[in-house]
Every structure is written in C-alpha cells, then in structure tokens.
C-alpha cells in the first residue's frame, strides 16, 4: 500500500539561489583583508592572554585556549565520527598531534609571559625557514636562512642574560612547531591515500583533523592545567575573556585563512607571512606597552627579510618535495592547511573549478 507522501501529486521544489547570490559578499572582499583579519588575531588573542596573567596562571590561561577551540569545533564539526574512520597508524599520528598541539601551546604562553610578543613570535619562525632552507636547497634559502638566525640571534643577545628561560621556552615552542608541521603534514595528505591512517579521500577535512586533535590536546592539558583555570571557571568575566582568546587565537585565524589562501597563490600567501613579526611588534605595543628597541627592531626586519626571501619549489617530489609539502600545509595560526575548503557558510563560490585542492597549490 502506497505511503500517504506517496499519493500526493508530484511537485516541483524550488531550486536554491545560486552560490554567488547567497554569499556573494565574500567574494566581492579582497583576499588580502582575510589575511590581515587572521594575522591581527593571530596575535591578537596571545596580547589578550598576557593580560589575563595577572589573574589566571598562564597554565590556566593555556587551558581555557585550547579547551574553547576544541568546544567550538566539537560542536561545529564533531570530528570524533570522522576520527573513528581512522586505522591505527592515524589514530596514533592524531594523537601525537594533539599532544604537541598541548605541549606547544604551554612553551609559548610560558614564553610570552617572559618575554616580549615580537621576540617569540620572531624565533617562531626560525623553524619554518629552516624547513623550507632543508626542503629546496638554494642560494635564495640559503640567504633567508643566514638573514632569520641573525634575526633571532640579535634578538637574542639584546635578552638572553635577563631570561634565560624565556628564550628556552621560546625555542622549545620552535621545535614543537616543526614537529606539528611533521605530524601536520601526515594527517593532512590522510584524505588522498598518502600518509598513515589514510582511509581515502574526504574522510577528515582539514578542521575535522584540527578538531580532533583539539580534542586529544584538550584532554592532554586537563591535568597540568585545569588547576590554574579554575578562577576563571568561578568568575563569568574571565571565562568570557578566556573563550575570546580561544576564539581569537584558535578559531577565527584558521577560517579567515582558508578563505585567504583559496583566492590568493602560494607565492602571495608566503609572501604575507612576512608581515606576522611586523603586527607582532606593533600589537605588543598597542596593546601590551612592549615598546621595542632599536636592536629589536633591526632583528624583527632581519626576519621578516628571511621570511620574505625563503622559497618553495613547486612540483619537486622526493625527500625534498616531502618537506617542502610541510611548508605548505601550515599557516600563521597554526593549524594544518587542508586539502580542500571547509564547508562554512557563504564558501560556495570559493568550490568552483580548480578549488577544490588549494593544499596542491
């Protein structure tokens, strides 16, 4: 016997407007304005948590970071339906992610507590340059890499004898970084077969990767930093504080950068990189009093100089190629670029032809 939709008369939906119609203001804003939003928050969020020192222990402060991004992408993404997809060898990669994710974030609070905003955020970039320096060996690497270590080293001498374990910090959370660009690297090519754990393409977007190892970061932090957090848990305002660094810091970059990097070419978006110590500098002396030097200030252009001129061979395969596809899956929020754009509101326009692989370059 025919269900009761089944009697009645056939009728033709209406179809949806097209993408542009729904979302077309995000397409007529320039590339670059989703960048400099990404790269002032990028920032931005760590100067909030500075501020929050004085109240909430920096392991507190650490804790409340990555446990509000691993809420909001629980509940935007419930990544744990795509992680249970995984085989062993995926599960264990996500899981040391989300360990250095945890261990990563502690260094670099632990460091911005001693330190000013520009100088971590200068040696952090030590790291990707020499990445990109052992992933395509040039002359043009080989320079970026001498101009970043006399960067970081001019930086370091002006403050290495007043904090010492602040620079420690620093270039632990250095190290870490090019850790989580490895493990970045191997969860992110999960979807096209390529890396442990693959179970084919589409099983884990990049934030449902992301997602999931906020979760194991979050669970990974809980006993070192729960204790430190809970005056904030007792307090509505510092909770809010909290979430809006976590929010900053870990949430907003990562979608304002997919949007970015689906319209700008790599080249461009390596290029912009550049500009994180400047907004690193002029953040920490708006919003923290972190006037810098004048040493400071020639270490900080040394940098950026580096950043600027390191370059990533495109199309090279082997060892090489392997590592400089580590390059270009991260990017200023520290989060792993993903294979394909997320599926957000108003990012229809951006999953044209030739969209749907901005990991490929």
């Known amino acids: 016997m025919p269900r009761p939709n089944q009697l009645r008369p056939a009728t033709r939906e209406r179809p949806p407007p097209p993408a542009a119609a729904r979302s077309g203001w995000l397409a007529r804003l320039p590339p670059q304005s989703f960048f400099g939003v990404s790269a002032v928050l990028h920032y931005l969020g760590p100067s909030f948590a500075v501020l929050l020192f004085a109240q909430v222990s920096v392991l507190g402060v650490a ?3 990555i446990v509000t991004a691993a809420a909001v992408f629980a509940a935007w993404r419930r990544p744990w339906r795509a992680a249970l997809r995984l085989d062993h060898a995926g599960l264990r990669v996500l899981v040391a992610l989300g360990g250095v994710l945890a261990a990563m974030n502690v260094l670099f609070y632990l460091a911005v507590d001693r330190l000013p905003l520009s100088s971590v955020g200068a040696v952090e970039f030590l790291g990707t340059v020499l990445l990109a320096a052992l992933g395509t060996r040039t002359w043009r690497n080989a320079a970026a890499l001498a101009l970043t270590v006399a960067g970081v080293a001019v930086i370091t001498d002006i403050r290495l004898a007043g ?6 910090f620093a270039f632990g959370n250095c190290g870490l970084f ?14 096209s077969g390529t890396a442990a754990g693959a179970v084919g393409r589409g099983v884990m977007s990049g934030i449902d990767q992301l997602g999931a190892a906020m979760l194991i ?14 005056p904030a848990l007792s307090s509505p305002q510092l909770l809010l504080a909290g979430a809006a660094v976590g929010a900053c810091s870990s949430v ?12 700008l070419p790599r080249a461009s978006f390596a290029l912009m990189l550049a500009l994180l110590p400047v907004f690193a500098t002029l953040i920490g002396a708006v919003v923290l009093g972190q006037v810098p030097t004048a040493a400071d200030l020639a270490g900080i252009a040394l940098v950026v100089a580096g950043v600027a001129l390191h370059h990533e061979r495109h199309g090279s395969t082997g060892r090489r190629g392997s590592i400089e596809r580590r390059i270009n899956k991260i990017h200023p929020a520290r989060l792993v670029r993903p294979a394909s754009i997320p599926d957000l509101p108003g990012n229809d326009e951006l999953r044209g032809h030739g969209r749907a692989g901005m990991a490929s370059g």
């Open 63 to 65: 804790w409340l970071r």
């Open 163 to 168: 904090q010492p374990l602040g620079f420690a």
């Open 178 to 191: 090019v850790l989580y660009v490895v493990l970045g690297h191997k969860i992110a090519n999960a979807g």
């Open 217 to 230: 970061a979050a669970v990974v932090i809980t006993p070192v930093g729960l204790g430190g957090a809970l």
């Open 252 to 263: 907003i970059p990562y979608v304002t950068d997919q949007l970015a990097m689906a319209r």
